[in-house]
């Protein structure tokens, strides 16, 4: 399979876009070959035993809690995000064992989102991270964590790279728990689509 790496500057645009394509294939095949029943058992578990659900990250990782947080945002769980890091310490404080946070740091290195995970942890809060680095400060604090591995190349940064497949992973969850509560998680739904027909026209 061509790898993103392939890429030169004397390709056609097609060309590019197939690498590109084949790129994000093999590694969402990498990440399913990576993932074990297990781990996913027991995130599922931490998920489903919690009251509120919330999602924290610094910079490019915040958008991925975002979008993490408004994909939730359709279950039956209170869900939360914050972007601001002074917010989030100032959050932090006030969790329980009844909460759930997923944390987002590719390097597993940010310093906010360690230092934010350290209060959580004093809390009893469940922690689980998405991370890059098996070897990270932040593995050793969570209760879970998905470790993603993803190709760096010149024009395409690991976090780009990696954006994918933490989405699809953070889809992963979300599918499961929807069928953990389907029809409770049902109502929810149609809650949400219900309240969102304002937004659209008719025709």
């Known amino acids: 399979m061509t790898a993103f790496t392939d890429i030169s500057k004397n390709d056609s645009a097609l060309v590019m876009?197939?690498?590109v394509v084949n790129s994000s294939q093999e590694s969402l095949e990498n990440l399913i070959n990576s993932l074990t029943e297990k781990e996913l058992l027991?995130?599922?578990?931490?998920?489903?035993?919690?009251?509120?659900?919330?999602?924290?990250?610094?910079?490019?990782?915040?958008?991925?809690?975002?979008d993490s947080y408004h994909k939730f945002l359709r279950t039956n769980f209170q869900c939360n995000y914050i972007f601001d890091y002074h917010m989030q310490l100032s959050y932090a404080t006030k969790l329980t064992q009844k909460d759930c946070v997923f944390l987002f740091s590719h390097s597993g290195k940010t310093n906010e989102t360690i230092e934010v995970a350290k209060i959580l942890k004093e809390n009893g809060v469940k922690i689980i991270s998405?991370?890059?680095?098996?070897?990270?400060?932040?593995?050793?604090?969570?209760d879970i964590s998905f470790v993603i591995?993803?190709?760096?190349?010149?024009?395409?940064?690991?976090?780009?790279?990696?954006?994918?497949?933490?989405?699809t992973l953070i889809d992963i969850?979300?599918?499961?728990?929807?069928?953990?509560?389907?029809?409770?998680?049902?109502?929810?739904?149609?809650?949400?689509?219900?309240?969102?027909?304002?937004?659209?026209?008719g025709g």
């Open 17 to 19: 876009a197939q690498k």
């Open 42 to 66: 027991d995130a599922l578990e931490i998920i489903n035993s919690s009251e509120t659900i919330h999602f924290f990250g610094q910079g490019a990782s915040s958008v991925v809690a975002f």
């Open 130 to 142: 998405l991370t890059g680095n098996p070897n990270s400060k932040l593995v050793k604090i969570s």
């Open 149 to 167: 591995y993803s190709e760096e190349s010149t024009f395409r940064s690991e976090t780009l790279t990696s954006r994918i497949l933490y989405l």
């Open 173 to 201: 969850l979300y599918v499961n728990v929807m069928y953990h509560n389907e029809a409770e998680n049902k109502k929810s739904l149609d809650k949400i689509r219900n309240a969102l027909n304002v937004t659209k026209t």
